[in-house]
């Protein structure tokens, strides 16, 4: 009886039935990759030796260096002087704003933080942070923190921008021509780079898992303005975009994907600088994320695991672990916690489907190092709003944190498993009033007790008729055409539901214009608690 239940859990949650459909239609593109090939097994050994000279999916110019475990919890040396060019900027930036002259300690950490949430959250993290920059807003950013679908605005983002130059709208134009086709169509030529990258990764004897063609398929979907080079880009390579201060600091998260973990994961997170491990305090250059370690030191020609791999691995919320399923339903289902754990308390913490992304440990022959690899799954799995790289436990602060929150489900619910990490780990933040938080497309919360505690920006991905109404017929925001447009209705139950990997032109234009509208409709009130943290430190 226990185990049916189970089964019929697993199979009404819509992590299972996402992850159990797309894991068929992978299976299904590996299959057509092997049909290609099946007239000549080696293909992939000659594809190989045909490329060995100008192909090098993971070389990133540090192949000859070695690498060593840090422990610490503090910002690297590198972020360090990062973070002093930008709040340079930023402070020139505030200063313009504000029009008066600032100190270095009146000069605000403001963070913003783009949560899961498939390539609906990809739209409306992409057009949200264009309207920050409209409105004046990103030119104070410090940091830009991102958990599954928003990955795949912010590492497409930074790599494009760093190759090609593209301005914010330009890039927004991009990506929804990018997701007007299928995911899962693959041309004759896109395929030959898929299996150049699958050749490169066994030469290089890396691990593979269903991240792999899922890391490939996001790659020649979302990078195909860099052409043959969509599947060679890294993270580390971002800091060349970020090295003078220029934008703000760009950071993916995932969490440890191991079963045991599952009641309070580590977190990790990756900069152009760093791969860490935020619950632990130890961390490896990013140009060394993949390799293989042993007693604290890289021991082989360092492979920097792509950015297709990266956003494969932090969008992977397919490996869902049953605990995760269950509670994700348990709420409609109206079992009370206590019903949940009698339930649970018997059943082996297993994921169905294997979505993680495979690792070499860097740990191996350390404390905390028994295993040669590690398995790291999308964050969102743990919750769906990336804030612990900017809540301190790394010595990285912010002083103003604005969520852009597109989490399918209750509004605030994200939230609310947020204030409760916080809470758990001893992490500054504010009391959070959910009354009404659903109805508003912003909302402010303070500690005025406690000036070191971050305000926190709350922005949901919903729409908001009276304000709409309000500003419909000006001349700023008559083109957004969103009368009738009911943001949270299609999360829940239409065509930005998560599962959808494909938006039509209409559609992306409508989920784009809703982020852009609340963003700029709600500028006095986001500026103005920017205004309110400077001129409490001026008095």
């Known amino acids: 009886m226990k185990k049916m239940f189970i089964v019929t859990i697993m199979m009404n949650s819509s992590f299972f039935v996402f992850g159990m459909h797309f894991y068929e239609k992978i299976e299904h593109a590996i299959e057509s990759f092997e049909e290609k090939i099946k007239e000549d097994a080696d293909i992939v050994d000659k594809l190989w030796h045909a490329h060995s000279k100008d192909f090098s999916l993971f070389e990133n110019g540090y192949e000859e260096e070695v690498a060593a475990v840090k422990y610490e919890r503090c910002i690297s040396d590198e972020e360090y002087r990062f973070f002093c060019k930008r709040q340079r900027r930023v402070k020139h930036a505030c200063e313009k704003m504000f029009g008066h002259d ?38 104070m950013v410090t940091y830009i923190t991102a958990l599954s679908g928003s990955t795949w605005f912010l590492g497409p983002w930074m790599s494009m921008w760093l190759s090609k130059g593209h301005s914010l709208s330009e890039f927004k134009s991009y ?26 990764r066994k030469h290089a004897d890396k691990y593979f898992t269903l991240a792999q063609p899922y890391g490939a398929l996001l790659a020649n979907r979302l990078l195909v303005g860099v052409d043959r ?48 491990n935020i619950s632990q305090g130890t961390a ?71 979505f993680w992304a495979k690792v070499s440990n860097y740990m191996a022959g350390l404390e905390h190092g028994n295993h040669k690899s590690k398995k790291l799954v999308d964050a969102g799995l743990s919750f769906n709003l990336p804030l612990p790289p900017v809540l301190g436990a790394n010595g990285r602060y912010a002083d103003i944190i604005i969520i852009l929150d597109s989490s399918a489900g209750e509004v605030g619910g994200e939230l609310r498993k947020a204030e409760e990490y916080a809470k758990q780990h001893n992490l500054l933040f504010p009391m959070i009033n959910y009354t009404d938080i659903d109805k508003k497309t912003v909302s402010i919360f303070t500690d005025e007790s406690n000036v070191s505690v971050p305000v926190i920006v709350y922005m949901p991905s919903i729409s908001d008729a009276g304000l709409w109404d309000q500003f419909k017929d000006t001349p700023t925001f008559r083109h957004y055409k969103l009368d009738g447009f009911d943001m949270h209705k299609e999360t829940q139950e239409g065509f930005c539901q998560t599962q959808h990997f494909s938006y039509t032109p209409e559609h992306s234009r409508l989920v784009m214009n809703n982020a852009a509208f609340n963003m700029r409709a709600n500028k006095e009130i986001v500026l103005g608690v920017v205004r309110d943290w400077i001129q409490k430190r001026r008095a």
Not at 248 to 268: F, K, V
Request: proline share 5%.
């Open 175 to 200: 990506l929804s021509e990018c997701i007007s086709k299928p995911f899962l169509q693959v041309s004759h030529e896109e395929k030959v780079l898929m299996l150049e990258a699958l050749a490169a």
């Open 229 to 276: 080079s969509r599947h060679a880009l890294h993270v580390s390579s971002q800091r060349y975009a970020v090295q003078d201060g220029r934008l703000p600091l760009p950071i993916y998260t995932a969490i440890d994907g191991r079963e045991e973990c599952e009641e309070d994961p580590h977190w990790y997170e990756f900069t152009p600088y760093d791969a860490t």
């Open 284 to 354: 490896i250059p990013m140009w060394s994320w993949g390799s293989s370690f042993k007693d604290g030191t890289s021991c082989d020609k360092n492979s920097e695991e792509t950015l297709g791999d990266v956003m494969a691995m932090c969008g992977s919320a397919f490996a869902a672990d049953v605990r995760t399923i269950y509670k994700e339903l348990a709420h409609s289902l109206g079992h009370s916690s206590h019903e949940v754990e009698k339930i649970l308390k018997p059943v082996e913490l297993k994921r169905p489907l294997p």
């Open 102 to 139: 600032l100190h270095e300690n009146q000069v605000p950490v403001i963070a913003i933080v783009g949560s899961g949430g498939g390539m609906r959250a990809m739209q409306n993290t992409a057009s949200s942070v264009c309207a920050a920059k409209k409105i004046g807003l990103l030119n």
